[in-house]
C-alpha cells in the first residue's frame, strides 16, 4: 500500500495540498482539496485530490476515496449551475500509468463538455459475447472476494 502522511518530495499536488504551490482552489476541507486543473480539458476542469498521499485507487481507504467522489458529485452539480459554458459533465479517474494516470497521486477529474468541445474517448465499443460477459463478471466477482467489500451472503446469481 502506498498510502501515507508522508509526501513525497516531487509531488506536486501534495505540494499544493501543504499550500506550497500555487492553485486556483475551488473547494477545501479536511480530506480534500478541489482546484483549477492548469492542463484544462475545457475552461472549469476541476481536480479533487485528498490531503493523504495515495497514488492510485488501490492505496486509498474507502472512506477517503468516498468523500473525494462525494465532492466530485458537487462539483459536478456546481459547473452546470456556475455560468461556464457547460452542457454535459465528466467524471474521470485515470487509475494507473496504463489509464493515462500522469501525477501519481489519487485525484478525480471533473470538466464541463460542450458540443465541439476537444476531449475525445477512442475505443472498440464492438459488443461483447453473453459467453465472455459471464466470464468476467465472475472474475470481478472472485476479485471482489478477495476485497472487504465482497457480499456476506453467497451471490443469487
Known sequence: MHVNDQRP???VFCAIVAGEAEASVAYADDRVVAFMDLGAVTPG???IVPRLHAIGLEDLDE????H??????RVGRALR???LR????????????AAFQEIF????HVFPRFRGDSFRIDADWATRARHLLDEEASAVRQGLSLTS???????TW
Open 149 to 155: 467489500v465482497s457480499p456476506s451472503h453467497p451471490p
Open 63 to 66: 472512506e477517503t476515496s468516498t
Open 105 to 108: 497521486h489519487f485525484h478525480l
Open 68 to 73: 473525494v467522489w462525494r465532492i466530485g458529485h
Open 81 to 83: 449551475r456556475s455560468g
Open 9 to 11: 518530495e516531487k509531488c
Open 45 to 47: 476542469h476541476v481536480l
Open 86 to 97: 457547460c452542457e454535459g459533465v465528466n467524471v474521470f479517474l485515470a487509475d494507473g500509468e
